[in-house]
T-cell receptor
Framework: GDSVTQMEGPVTLSEEAFLTINCTYTATGYPSLFWYVQYPGEGLQLLLK?????DKGSNKGFEATYRKETTSFHLEKGSVQVSDSAVYFCALSHWNTGNQFYFGTGTSLTVIP | GAGVSQSPSNKVTEKGKDVELRCDPISGHTALYWYRQSLGQGLEFLIY????????KSGLPSDRFSAERTGGSVSTLTIQRTQQEDSAVYLCASSSMGGHQETQYFGPGTRLLVL
């Protein structure tokens, strides 16, 4: 069945470092791909999404490109800030699985000054 | 406008008791989802309501879990005869029409502790 695998954390980076959080998926066809973020003490919220192959989602300096050939949707940011400290979840959804959403286990990011 | 709200925010109960968790989705959203988030785990899908269609209950872990959605709006997740392994954060989300490309809007969650 459909699933998402994302890199395990926790990840600790210094401010202004480059961030990559890997996410790969298993699905037939072309699912929609998402990154959600959960800041400390807050609920999950959408960070970015891409709904077709080669699309790039971007928001708040974060980017992820939907790569069909490698079944990946890696999250990147060129220069992280302390305020980016959060848990990041990769997710997918597809009409052929009844529009259910499948989430990864989450990657905790801590950015230190 | 108002987001997704859940109540209670925290619930402590004794093993064997029943609990009810409530979710108020964003007004006008036809799709509503329940997830469970256990410590160190990702989000586990529980159940999905879409309009007047029969709910997708494929994620419910046992027959002790049930959910209903009244009038296409408020939803209640009920756990009967709670067990310690039911301790988790229960999240509710809604989306406009439930499509696979749509953004889900999450509530703050209910943290359940079964003693």
């Amino acid at each position: 069945g459909d699933s998402v695998t994302q890199m395990e954390g926790p990840v600790t980076l210094s401010e202004e470092a480059f961030l990559t959080i890997n996410c790969t998926y298993t699905a037939t066809g072309y699912p929609s791909l998402f990154w959600y973020v959960q800041y400390p003490g807050e609920g999950l919220q959408l960070l970015l999404k891409a709904t077709k192959a080669d699309d790039k989602g971007s928001n708040k300096g974060f980017e992820a490109t939907y790569r069909k050939e490698t079944t990946s949707f890696h999250l990147e940011k060129g220069s992280v800030q302390v305020s980016d400290s959060a848990v990041y979840f990769c997710a997918l959804s597809h009409w052929n699985t009844g529009n259910q959403f499948y989430f990864g286990t989450g990657t905790s990011l801590t950015v230190i000054p | 406008g108002a987001g997704v709200s859940q109540s209670p925010s925290n619930k402590v109960t004794e093993k064997g008791k029943d609990v009810e968790l409530r979710c108020d989705p964003i007004s006008g959203h036809t799709a509503l989802y329940w997830y469970r988030q256990s410590l160190g785990q990702g989000l586990e899908f529980l159940i999905y309501f879409q309009g007047n269609s029969a709910p997708d209950k494929s994620g419910l872990p046992s027959d002790r879990f049930s959910a209903e959605r009244t009038g296409g709006s408020v939803s209640t997740l009920t756990i009967q005869r709670t067990q310690q392994e039911d301790s988790a954060v229960y999240l509710c989300a809604s989306s406009s029409m439930g499509g696979h490309q749509e953004t889900q809007y999450f509530g703050p969650g209910t943290r359940l502790l079964v003693l």
